[in-house]
């Protein structure tokens, strides 16, 4: 079955929605029939990781922020560790260096409303031969990523 969700802090996630809903205390009820949308923002509860294995998709369009700068690929590794597919923007210079041009569910998104369709899209795919490319370039990514490769680049890096 098709699970997919938004992981961070809410209001980076680019959705169709209005900014003062997240004011209301039953935002997420707003969103369901969309995309769940898991709140990491506190870094003091990790209650959000054990979620994670609920979900196949996860879902990566943020809202530019002024402050941003470098965003590392870390929402993509931590769903390719998962064995979750994504969903990117096609201008995520991160996702497009990591998991190819011909990513299959790399959108355009001009406005928060277009993720419906960009959604719709993938949950259509799911179990699909477009679905199976995914899957391929997420677990080419996880074991490009594997932690003994990073503790080995790590440790090259500082010799």
Not at 3 to 32: E, H, M, S
Not at 40 to 67: I, T, V
């Amino acid at each position: 079955r098709f699970r997919i969700a938004y992981v961070g802090a809410p209001a980076n996630a680019r959705l169709p929605r209005r900014k003062k809903w997240f004011q209301f205390t039953d935002w997420r009820a707003r969103f369901t029939d969309i995309c769940d949308v898991i709140d990491a923002s506190n870094y003091d509860d990790m209650g959000w990781a054990w979620q994670l294995e609920n979900y196949n998709c996860h879902y990566l369009f943020r809202e530019k922020q002024s402050f941003d700068g470098f965003k590392p690929f870390l929402k993509g590794y931590i769903a390719a560790h998962c064995g979750a597919v994504v969903m990117a923007q096609r201008d995520d210079a991160e996702a497009v260096a990591n998991l190819g041009a011909d990513y299959p569910f790399l959108f355009d998104v001009k406005r928060g409303r277009d993720v419906v369709g960009h959604i719709e899209t993938v949950a259509r795919s799911f179990g699909s031969q477009r679905w199976d490319i995914a899957q391929d370039r997420v677990a080419a990514l996880k074991e490009q990523y594997r932690e003994d490769r990073v503790i080995d680049a790590y440790f090259a890096m500082l010799s």
